[in-house]
């Protein structure tokens, strides 16, 4: 097998051009079916840079949902911490506006 960038002849098992470094084999994100180009996967269809894409957007969601789980949290324990010095007004009210927030829902 040729490398598609350079030229030079590369064997069918490398991954990667000894001469340019290119991509010689390709593996599907979604199958893990091994193809010679990248884009689309050949058995499953899908398209590679789209399902990263969608991976990256979930784990970013899920991301900023415990950053904000985790927030509320130390609020929360702060608010404790401080209730002797605020007189346990921020604490009263955190806890009401999260108990309407959850009832809304």
Known sequence: MNCPKCGAEARDIARFCRRCHATLRYECPSCKHEQRHGGTCEKCGVDFLKYVTAVVA???AEADVVHDRLQRRSTLLKNVLLTPFN????LIRSLFISSRKSSRF
Do not use: M, T, V
Not at 87 to 90: A, H, K, R, T, W
């Open 87 to 90: 007189l346990g007004i921020p």
């Open 58 to 60: 979930a784990k970013e």
